[in-house]
């Protein structure tokens, strides 16, 4: 009989909440939070290995009894949440949102949600907050793993306890090996398929393996805890979504679960993983896992959650999960059926499901050719600007090293056309089309995300390098004519944009600053599809978010600079905001970047401003 650890509950609430913490709008806090999930591998991995190990080693280990609290303990609770996201993103969502959502449900009652998302979308991308089962792929990680894992074991443990270490090891070693290779090559392979991944669950399975025993001595147990627990710690605090993840930089934080669970019970961080209040949320973090998504893609369609409000569904989701644990997980779990039964109601419940999300793949397709308006308008959320931006060649994504940037192509000064350098990070980009209309311009390119054009700038090094190499080696040696800085504005650039302004003065003819677009809380694509399909009026002032302060600060903060200023905002919402091009296309593809018939709009309501008289 496996003993069991009430510091393993605690680990499993430390690794529900970083996950909560970083889906849920404090990602700025712990950006590495998306490593729960590491956590929970290495946590399944041991204690699925302990229990196959102790009843291989007793001869009662059974592939039917496995699979039977396989079923009894995952899908009670996941096909609930399953029929409640079904019926909820039918009746909210738009249909091509719905359809999206019950082939993703068809998948993951299936348990492939892993190869679905890989095929069609990544686990970081801007798509991925309207899929309420994005979060699913684990699972189906998971279970993938389980079909096989077991078999192996079996087939080891009858050559002793040597073999079955020797294959475990085996196994982890080719599967760490192949997943470090796979990260610079396709990190979405990396990230969602199980080969790639199978290495941190048996990172857990080899300290449940008999050959390695605990040390003796408490002091070194509690130093590896210790140690265990920063590394977990720095692993949430250092990483984020652009970090070359999962590869070596999973390795800390699995690691770090290995030794605090390795070393056991009696270390001070076994014993604040202890506590009630740990324990508690330990016992419902698999429901508060899988409920706590759906609720916050569900709550957050029409505008995201701020200014604290993000707490709203975050506690939502613990009341729900309480619920989902008391109810239907507990009883389900404890229930005592011969387990033929369990296995055989498992798949009866899966068929059910995606019979379900079946019918309502057809019924969404129905209601897309019933709408074919709403969806055209839709379809701009999806709109790649890759092409636009000059992505990878003028434009360094988050995807991007400084080496990408073509200095010769996108810094190519001409001898018979006003030279216009457009310098900042993605709302700089977006400019990009429209400034290409000017009538006798050559415009230069120097761009990357995230990055705003302002001296003593902080952001990743790509941005560092590129806007140093612009403003101290390009621009002083090459004097341009029309000089266009834009950017995401924040406050803390209001103090350094005059400084920036008075520091380039020398080395354009005219400076001009862009202030901040019009902002909404949602995808400007899918709020006025959704209007359209509500046959309600858009009310551009009900969905915008309040930044024009800023534009405000900055205009002031240039006064007597020589720049010029170009308010983006009331050029484009004077009084109402301009959402349709003339073409009748949003004008900004997602919260506020343009599209480039947007752009071009944009630039032709200012072009007098960027021309410099001769």
Request: a neutral charge; proline letters at 4%; hydrophobic letters at 45%.
């Amino acid at each position: 009989m496996i003993t069991h650890r009430q510091d393993i509950d605690g680990l499993r609430a430390v690794a529900v909440i970083f996950v909560i913490l970083y889906h849920c709008g404090f990602d700025r806090i712990l950006p590495g939070g998306f490593i729960g999930v590491d956590i929970f591998f290495v946590i399944s991995g041991f204690l699925i290995t302990k229990i196959i190990l102790a009843e291989v080693s007793d001869g009662r280990f059974s592939i039917g009894n496995f699979y039977s609290r396989r079923a009894k303990r995952i899908l009670p609770a996941v096909v609930a949440m399953y029929a409640v996201v079904m019926a909820v993103s039918y009746f909210t969502m738009l249909p091509d949102e719905s359809l999206r959502v019950f082939k993703s449900v068809t998948s993951s009652a299936l348990f492939a949600s892993n190869a679905y998302f890989y095929l069609t979308t990544g686990y970081f991308d801007d798509s991925a907050e309207f899929n309420p089962v994005l979060h699913t792929w684990s699972l189906s990680v998971e279970e993938q793993f389980y079909v096989i894992f077991p078999l192996i074991v079996m087939a080891a443990s009858r050559y002793g306890r040597r073999a079955t270490g020797i294959a475990i090891a085996g196994l982890f070693a080719v599967s760490i090996i192949a997943s470090i290779i796979a990260v610079p090559i396709n990190r979405s392979a990396a990230f969602y398929l199980v080969q790639y991944r199978a290495w941190e669950l048996l990172v857990g399975s080899l300290i449940a393996a008999p050959a390695l025993t605990k040390f003796s001595d408490m002091r070194i147990n509690n130093a590896l805890s210790a140690i265990g627990a920063l590394a977990i710690g720095l692993s949430a605090l250092l990483l984020s979504k652009t970090s070359e993840f999962p590869g070596l930089m999973a390795l800390p934080a699995t690691a770090g679960t290995a030794l605090i669970i390795w070393a056991g019970p009696g270390t001070l961080v076994s014993r604040l993983l202890s506590l009630r209040v740990a324990t508690s949320i330990g016992l419902i973090s698999y429901s508060l896992y899988l409920w706590h998504w759906p609720i916050w893609v569900f709550s957050n369609q029409y505008g995201a959650w701020e200014h604290g409000w993000q707490l709203v569904p975050v506690a939502l989701s613990f009341v729900v999960a309480y619920f989902s644990w008391r109810f239907i997980e507990t009883p389900f779990r404890t229930m005592r059926y011969r387990p033929l039964v369990s296995v055989a109601a498992g798949a009866a419940s899966i068929a059910s499901v995606a019979m379900l999300a079946f019918v309502g793949q057809l019924a969404a397709d129905q209601m897309k050719d019933d709408n074919k308006l709403v969806e055209r308008v839709a379809e701009f959320a999806d709109y790649d600007p890759s092409k636009a931006f000059r992505s990878g060649k003028c434009f360094l994504t988050s995807n991007d090293g400084i080496e990408k940037y073509d200095r010769d192509t996108c810094l190519a000064l001409s001898n018979s056309q006003q030279n216009i350098a457009l310098i900042g990070d993605s709302h700089a980009a977006h400019l990009y089309p429209g400034l290409k209309t000017l009538p006798g311009t050559n415009v230069l390119q120097a761009n990357a995300s995230g990055c705003r054009p302002t001296l003593e700038a902080e952001g990743e090094e790509r941005c560092l390098d590129l806007m140093n190499y612009v403003f101290k080696e390009f621009l002083p040696s090459h004097k341009v004519d029309v000089l266009v800085l834009a950017g995401r504005w924040t406050e803390d650039d209001v103090k350094l944009i005059r400084k920036t302004v008075d520091y380039l003065s020398p080395f354009a003819k005219k400076i001009v600053v862009f202030g901040p677009v019009a902002e909404y809380k949602s995808s400007l694509p899918r709020l006025l599809a959704h209007s359209l399909y509500e046959k309600q009026p858009f009310h551009a002032a009900d969905h915008l978010a309040p930044r024009q302060r800023i534009g405000v600060d900055i205009h002031d903060a240039l006064a007597g600079s020589g720049a010029m200023y170009i308010s983006t905002y009331k050029t484009m919402c004077n009084p109402d905001c301009i959402v349709w091009t003339k073409s009748g296309d949003p004008v900004q593809f997602d919260y506020g970047h343009f599209t480039a018939d947007g752009s071009r709009l944009l630039i032709s309501k200012v072009k007098q401003d960027l021309i410099v008289q001769r």
